[in-house]
């Protein structure tokens, strides 16, 4: 007797349909999977073996053959527990579905005692099983609230083997879970603030530019500066999230498992801050079952590398294309996904070993050569993808001291949103949103200047050796100036502070 359930596969960040087959047949007692990857295999079959047992059915004492097809595709997780063990109690007889669920997507991991547990990718899987016509699914109850924000579809959230047995035969009634309407986060905590934050004009100048165009930033300046207190400061300053976006961000934390479960969708943007002993298939994603790494974890938000020159160069030099293209190819064993990984790059390191140099108070020790050393560190292809560069020396015990109030984040965020809306506007029939995004033909066609401007850059050029790439980039964040100060055309004050974030003490971008 043949049993046959739907459910839905992951690859990377996209749902397939799987078939789940399973023919109960007499002859000697014999269990086996086709179209799970090997090492699976025997963990699944003790799974749904015990949970049946322990739901209080019987596991058949036949012949049992579960075929999940497309049987080219190797399926990856437990998600495959609970179709296979609904497939194997109908085609033993043992559940009755109900003619009305004959298209139902079911999607579960079994505890050894037939509780349903939840599985990582639901959202995405639900989006894909959605888009090809899929409306009634059973789910993990754990896995809720991640899909109570998606509409036109019945999703019922299911804890035991039994309830699942219950609802497909129609033995019990049980109700789709209700929705949620998706709502940013507004206003809560953040660890730091830039009110905290004090004097450091010039600093908070460049991170409210750099934030409001999403441009990648990098702040140079002695240990006790205040770098990463001002790096911390970037949650409390980013544009709101849409749901649009949200729902990019939530997919990708879905599938790597690293999703709140009683929030479901994110509410804010992500902020991830990789420790510099990562390795690179932790920041670029990849390893054995290629799950996200932090790059894509920060898409549509800020990745931050505190003391960037520790980290490994090999691991530095895998960014430059994400930070290029906005998107990471990881390799498995037999294919490649690609996961979104557009993010906006918050870096910090010291001027040089000792953290001294171009301090106005404190000796540098380092010699020449040692400062080269550490400077090599980071190659020239990826500081050219950084947009703004700022000193940040340490704070004069005056504004330490001064009980002057410092303007809150929340002030400056009005700020940036307001001209990130200049940019939607602008950008409204182009695939990017922020100025940073913008290709070198967008900068041509969205950042015209005068001639003014035109000689403050070319004045530049000459002084600082600048490379003609740097050219498009102060382009880019001369329009972001200009876009927070509500002006329609790119004016020359805005070309030259542009400038100014360019070139800094001994570091050439
Ligand atoms: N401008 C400032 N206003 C208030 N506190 C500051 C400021 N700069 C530094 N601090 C204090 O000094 C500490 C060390 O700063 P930190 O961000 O760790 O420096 P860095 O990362 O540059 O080494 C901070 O936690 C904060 O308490
Ligand atoms: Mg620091
Ligand atoms: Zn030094």
């Not at 809150?408 to 940036?416: D, L, N, Y």
Request: proline share 5%; charged share 25%.
């Amino acid at each position: 007797m043949l049993g046959k359930v739907n459910s839905f596969g992951l690859s990377g960040l996209d749902g397939y349909r799987v078939d789940v087959e399973v023919d109960v047949s007499q002859g000697l007692p014999r269990y086996d999977i086709v179209g799970l990857p090997d090492a699976s295999v025997k963990e699944s079959k003790e799974r749904v073996r015990s949970a049946i047992k322990n739901a209080g059915f019987k596991f058949p004492e036949s012949r049992i053959t579960v075929n999940l097809a497309p049987a080219s595709n190797k399926k990856e997780g437990p998600a495959f527990d609970l179709p296979i063990a609904v497939a194997v109690l109908s085609s033993s007889k043992q559940i009755q579905i109900d003619e009305s669920f004959k298209d139902i997507i079911i999607i579960g991991e079994l505890g050894l005692d037939g509780r349903v547990k939840s599985v990582n990718g639901i959202l995405p899987l639900l989006i894909s099983a959605r888009d090809e016509g899929f409306s009634n699914f059973i789910i993990p109850r754990g896995n809720m609230m991640e899909a109570s924000f998606l509409d036109g579809i019945n999703v019922f959230a299911l804890e035991t083997l039994q309830d699942v047995s219950m609802f497909l035969s129609r033995a019990k009634q049980f109700f789709p879970i209700e929705k949620n309407v998706w709502k940013p986060e507004t206003g809560c905590n953040f660890s730091e603030d830039f009110a905290r934050v004090k004097g450091q004009f010039a600093a908070k100048r460049a991170m409210e530019i750099a934030v409001a165009g999403g441009h990648n930033i990098l702040l140079v300046g002695p240990p006790g500066s205040g770098k990463t207190m001002l790096a911390k400061c970037v949650p409390s300053l980013l544009p709101e999230l849409n749901f649009e976006e949200a729902l990019e961000i939530t997919k990708i934390h879905s599938v790597a498992g690293v999703l709140d479960a009683a929030h479901g969708v994110v509410k804010s943007r992500p902020f991830r801050s990789p420790h510099h002993t990562a390795t690179t298939p932790a920041l670029t994603g990849g390893g054995k079952n290629a799950k996200p790494g932090e790059i894509s974890l920060a898409h549509n938000g800020v990745l931050f590398l505190d003391e960037m020159p520790e980290y490994q160069r090999s691991t530095l030099e895998t960014l430059r294309q994400p930070l290029e293209d906005g998107v990471i190819t990881v390799s498995r064993i037999a294919s490649t996904v690609e996961y979104p990984a557009s993010f906006m790059l918050v870096a910090s390191m010291n001027p040089c070993p000792c953290g001294n140099f171009g301090s106005r108070e404190l000796d540098c020790k380092c010699s020449p050569s040692q400062i080269d050393k550490y400077l090599k560190r980071l190659s020239g292809p990826l500081l050219d993808r950084i947009d703004l560069k700022i000193d940040v020396d340490r704070v004069k015990f005056f504004d330490l001291a001064s009980e002057s109030n410092e303007e809150p984040s929340s002030a400056v965020r009005e700020r940036i949103n307001a001209a990130r809306e200049i940019q939607r506007q602008r950008f409204k029939n182009e695939k990017f949103h922020t100025n940073a995004k913008m290709s070198s033909l967008a900068v041509k066609k969205f950042c015209k200047i005068d001639k003014q401007s035109e000689e403050l850059i070319e004045a530049a050029f000459e002084k600082f050796k600048m490379s003609a790439r740097g050219f498009n980039r102060i382009l880019k964040v001369a329009r972001t100036i200009a876009d927070l100060a509500g002006e329609e055309n790119i004016l020359a004050e805005h070309v030259a502070e542009a400038i100014s974030y360019r070139n800094i003490e001994n570091i050439e971008l």
